[in-house]
């Protein structure tokens, strides 16, 4: 059965419309998905597919939302209220406990703090409010020497990127964010979904998994005291399911920033949109040498957590060394465990986002995101 594809795509990117009609056609029938994706501040994708699947409809996004955190960050050092070679300690000092004192902001961001998560864990509640989040972990021990080694902060790094700005600001990453980013452009990108928009969020579905692919994720070793296990929060005795988190209201309402965000394709692409290029008439939120410094890889080379080979740049993933090695040098964003996928190529000016319901397999930005960056990328270089 041929999959109905709705949206539009500008002249010259049609080929983007052949690739996701013929991903979509190949998935299980219940598949819901956004494609959305701009040029130079100019959409030129946007499309989406499967039932109950709006332009607007929102989804967990994951990890793609640090993106939307980094950013905040990004703009707060541009005009100088952060300074990212200050130490942590300068805007927090209660971070300084236990070996951390000489940690700088920079470091930080890197994913080079040590300090993944806690010895015994954290509740549900505690990993809805970035507040206890960063609270717990003033006073764990980093698991290894702050700045000698990088590894995912997965569900911490928000929460203690967060802490610094408020305590530089008063405000909460979420409040600068809504303030700043999402309300003047009105994307579709939440850190905290107001309840009366709630009716646009379609539940996250857990992964659904082949036998063959199963088996794989067997064979995955994964003892409880691992640094993953202590990463990812699965060594406390009951670990909710990845699909559970932003089917939490709490978790949405909150919005925590390394992973409680909710959005629409077009929201992803947007948000980058506006950081990178003119949008709705208004000048890029990032200077061009902010946009190279958060651009700029920090760490790369073998993930302590992740097991493998993974590059970071300021706040963001390194996308293009992580996973397209087609995109332009200093290609800046973030995916999301669940298989969303956003980011900004300012080489190119291509911005792109990605958003599906049932978690992909085998976790982090979903394989099909391969042939669709491709083919929006060719287009974008095309046109």
Not at 199 to 220: C, I, K, W
Not at 275 to 304: F, M
Not at 309 to 329: I, M
Request: aromatic residues 10%.
């Amino acid at each position: 059965m041929t999959p109905v594809i709705h949206g539009t795509v500008v002249d010259g990117f049609e080929r983007v419309r052949e690739e996701f009609a013929a991903f979509v056609s190949g998935e299980l029938p219940d598949y819901e998905g956004q494609l959305c994706a701009y040029v130079h501040g100019r959409k030129v994708v946007d499309l989406w597919a499967g039932d109950g699947c709006e332009a607007d409809s929102l989804y967990g996004v994951f990890s793609s939302s640090k993106g939307a955190a980094h950013l905040v960050v990004a703009l707060l050092i541009q005009e100088g209220t952060l300074e990212p070679d200050r130490k942590v300690t300068y805007y927090w000092p209660e971070f300084g406990a236990e070996g951390k004192g000489s940690l700088t902001l920079r470091d930080l961001l890197a994913h080079r703090a040590g300090l993944v998560g806690l010895d015994a864990g954290f509740t549900d509640e505690e990993l809805a409010d970035d507040r206890a989040i960063a609270e717990r972990l003033a006073d764990q021990r980093p698991f290894w020497r702050p700045g000698t080694a990088f590894g995912y902060h997965a569900l911490v790094i928000g929460a203690l990127t967060g802490e610094v700005v408020r305590r530089a600001t008063g405000r909460t990453l979420q409040e600068v964010y809504e303030e700043r980013v999402r309300a003047p452009y009105g994307l579709g990108f939440h850190l905290g979904l107001p309840a009366g928009l709630d009716h646009r969020y379609r539940s996250a579905q857990p992964m659904a998994p082949t036998p063959e692919q199963q088996a794989v994720l067997d064979s995955v070793p994964q003892g409880p005291h691992t640094l993953s296990s202590i990463a990812f929060n699965t060594h406390v005795p009951e670990p909710g399911g990845l699909a559970d988190y932003p089917n939490s209201r709490t978790v949405r309402a909150n919005g925590p920033a390394s992973a409680g965000g909710v959005a629409s394709a077009r929201g992803l692409a947007g948000m980058y949109a506006a950081a990178i290029s003119e949008l709705d008439e208004r000048p890029p939120l990032l200077k061009p040498d902010t946009i190279a410094e958060v651009g700029q890889i920090h760490s790369t080379g073998y993930d302590l957590v992740a097991r493998a080979h993974k590059s970071y740049a300021l706040g963001f993933q390194a996308t293009a060394d992580t996973w397209y090695p087609f995109l332009g040098a200093g290609t800046f964003g973030h995916s999301g465990a669940g298989g969303s996928q956003a980011f900004a190529d300012p080489r190119s000016g291509l911005t792109y986002g990605y958003t599906r319901r049932r978690c992909a397999f085998p976790g982090g930005a979903a394989p099909e995101n391969q042939r669709l960056v491709r083919a929006v990328h060719s287009a974008a270089l095309a046109s």
